[in-house]
């Protein structure tokens, strides 16, 4: 038997009504504040990749799944969905009418971590994207956004983490520091983290291993480096946050692990998931849209990770799961053709019917309705149609009535919606 590939996994009928609902409410609240979607390709040019997300993250050096097509152009298989939608606002120009637009796009992204829970090789974000408000007050609206997509979706144990990463201006003065303090602790670092000193410093304030978190405790903070306008961008976020009564915690050591962030970035984390502790992240990437090739716009975004919402939303999937209006039992074979006449017809009504397709005893097909959880059940035999009317049975109450044939679709409309 061919099993799937290592950190991927299946949806099934049963977990999948959970992520339409996640789905669902997430998208409905993005309408409501104007975003629109955007569908974007699974795979891209690996250099979009490595231009934005940068080649010195663990993402690029060794998580993409990227291959030769049959030409020899490299290609990836995306692991995020932020420069794709920043490719395809630049390349169709959709800053020429309007440089301010608001997309989300819901889909799979690929990356080659190490598969644990909460972390998969094919794991699904949606994302919300702000392209062209330089205001704070976009950064602010996101958090909102994800503050109450949470609660609509009872997710509790949540906390906000915001940290400023400043901007060209002042960051490279916060990198020298970071890189002498690094270089005098290197003994304590991890081997990862030696490397990282040179090739991206910011990366060692947040790495997980212990002996690093330890020896990161007195690093210099960014946010005493940060440049007049950077300092009081992040203080219109706080302030703003605080008049919503969004309980926030400055997490100085928050670099998220994306290189295309300044200024104000944001995770949602929570203490359910483990390790994995982010449900959702993001921040400003002023520079991208430039950096890809477009004109100077600035952008703020955020994904939320659906695997990992779907494991902690305190919604009950069971309420989510569909069970059939209605079971057609049909003893005998003209019942049987006449049954399945009416369960089409139902269906155009938007009533769910099921039937047995096998000529079946009565009990048995009353055990199947059962297993399926119908609310009622309709039982057709010869002689019921020769009298013109049929019996409709309710599960619950196990009332029954007789009803007539002629207009059918009608009658049981009327007796179950
Ligand atoms: P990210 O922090 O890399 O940001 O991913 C966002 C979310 O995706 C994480 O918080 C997590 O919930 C989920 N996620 C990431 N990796 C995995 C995995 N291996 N398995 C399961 N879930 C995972 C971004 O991707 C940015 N593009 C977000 C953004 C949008 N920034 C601005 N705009």
Redesign the pocket.
Same mark, same amino acid.
């Given at each position: 038997m061919i099993q799937l590939i290592r950190g991927f996994k299946d949806i099934l009928p049963g977990e999948v009504e959970l992520w339409q609902q996640i789905e669902k409410t997430v998208c409905s609240l993005l309408e409501d504040f104007g975003f629109k979607e955007i569908r974007i390709p699974i795979m891209e040019r690996t250099e979009l990749f490595a231009r934005s997300i940068g080649e010195d993250t663990d993402?690029v050096e060794k998580e993409m799944y990227t291959f030769p097509d049959r030409k020899g152009e490299l290609i990836t298989l995306r692991?995020?969905?932020?420069a794709s939608v920043v490719r395809s606002y630049i390349q169709h120009k959709l800053y020429a009418k309007d440089p301010v637009r608001k997309f989300y796009t819901i889909g799979p992204?690929f990356?080659r971590?190490r598969p644990q829970k909460?972390?998969?090789?094919q794991?699904y974000?949606i994302?919300?994207?702000i392209i062209g408000v330089d205001s704070p007050l976009a950064d602010v609206e996101l958090i909102f956004l994800l503050v109450t997509l949470f609660s609509r979706l009872s997710v509790s144990d949540v906390e906000v983490h915001i940290n400023s990463l400043g901007c060209p201006e002042c960051r490279p003065k916060f990198k020298a520091t970071l890189t002498d303090f690094l270089t005098s602790s290197t003994e304590n670092l991890c081997s990862d983290c030696v490397i990282r000193i040179y090739r991206n410093p910011l990366r060692v304030l947040d790495c997980k291993v212990p002996a690093c978190r330890e020896a990161m405790t007195d690093a210099p903070s960014i946010l005493d480096y940060l440049c007049p306008v950077c300092s009081q961008d992040f203080e219109t976020v706080k302030t703003a946050l605080e008049a919503f009564k969004i309980p926030f915690t400055v997490d100085n050591q928050l670099v998220? /692990?994306?290189d295309y962030?300044t200024r104000t970035t944001f995770?949602?984390q929570t203490g359910s998931l483990g390790a994995?502790s #982010?449900?959702?992240? /993001?921040?400003r990437?002023d520079g991208l849209v430039k950096a890809l090739g477009g004109p100077d716009i600035p952008?703020?975004?955020? #994904?939320?990770?659906v695997?990992?919402?779907s494991e902690i939303t305190g919604l009950n999937n069971a309420d989510y799961i569909k069970a059939p209006d209605i079971f057609l039992a049909a003893l005998g074979e003209k019942s049987q053709s006449l049954a399945f006449k009416w369960k089409c017809a139902l269906g155009l009504e938007g009533v769910k019917a099921e039937m047995d397709f096998g000529v079946r005893s009565l009990k048995s097909q009353m055990k199947q309705a059962d297993r399926l959880g119908a609310k009622h059940v309709l039982i057709i035999g010869d002689n019921e149609i020769k009298e013109g009317a049929v019996i409709l049975r309710d599960m619950t109450t196990k009332a029954q009535v007789s009803i007539p044939i002629e207009d059918i679709v009608e009658n049981i409309k009327t007796k179950i919606l």
């Open positions: 993402i692991p995020e969905a932020t992204m990356r971590e909460g972390r998969y090789r794991f974000q994302n919300a994207e998220r /692990g994306l962030y995770e949602i994995q #982010a449900v959702a992240g /993001g921040g990437y952008g703020t975004g955020f #994904a939320i990770g695997d990992r919402l």
